[in-house]
């Protein structure tokens, strides 16, 4: 049975209000207590507004560093790139002093670029204090497609390099994903969804098996601490 506790939230506003609160709590505590925070955040449509609420929270953001757990292998000019959302809502305000580390490194190859990149996270000490995480409507989180070629690699926790290759024919274009040991591992894990399709979706990945069918309820299974989902219905805008 996977361990996590569910948050319900009249609007997407709440949501991200609630949300964010309790991200930069996290942030504000690892900072007092160790010097320094990091984050890894997820791309896509959803997070925009619980990131504009974030980069207004008066935390010592000189002291955190935010990266990615996934990106797309395009450059961050990309109007697909993950980390050019991030820049354009989170790296905002007073979070515009945070660090940040993104994930996308040019290359030859897909390899070659997760290679690079793996270079660079393996600096950022663990665990990581905060991860937020969406989910697909076919259960895939970070870029653990169901389809991926190396599906059920890229759910093992296991010790090694620090960003992954993905080659999935629904991704579309490659990606690069944080490893399931630097995911599971954080100290407060968080899934952000909107939407009745995405909740029934949700509710039907926890009643399966953890694995490659499911990669949700996978990561879930393999947290290190029970995870929060944060949920609210679509925006009606």
Request: hydrophobic share 45%; net charge negative.
């Amino acid at each position: 049975m996977v361990d996590c506790k569910w948050h319900e939230f009249a609007s997407p506003e709440a949501l991200a209000k609630e949300l964010s609160a309790n991200v930069a709590e996290k942030l504000a505590t690892a900072v007092k207590e160790r010097g320094h925070a990091v984050i890894a955040v997820s791309g896509g449509r959803t997070p925009a507004l619980f990131f504009d609420h974030l980069s207004r929270r008066d935390i010592p953001w000189d002291k955190v560093t935010v990266t990615l757990v996934d990106e797309r292998f395009v450059p961050a000019d990309s109007p697909r790139s993950n980390a050019r959302l991030v820049a354009q809502h989170l790296l905002q305000n007073k979070a515009a002093r945070a660090a940040f580390v993104g994930l996308y490194q040019p290359a030859d190859s897909i390899a070659e670029a997760a290679e690079k990149a793996a270079g660079v996270v393996a600096e950022i000490p663990a665990p990581l204090d905060v991860v937020v995480l969406g989910m697909g409507n076919d259960m895939h989180t970070a870029s653990f497609f169901p389809d991926a070629t190396t599906i059920e690699t890229l759910l093992k926790p296991v010790e090694g390099p620090d960003v992954l290759p993905v080659s999935s024919e629904s991704a579309g274009e490659p990606r690069l994903t944080l490893s399931m040991n630097r995911i599971a591992g954080t100290r407060f894990l968080a899934i952000h969804i909107e939407g009745d399709d995405k909740r029934e979706t949700l509710e039907g990945a926890l009643a399966m098996q953890p694995g490659p069918a499911a990669p949700i309820t996978a990561v879930l299974a393999g947290a290190k601490h029970p995870a929060r989902i944060f949920w609210a219905p679509a925006s009606q805008s």
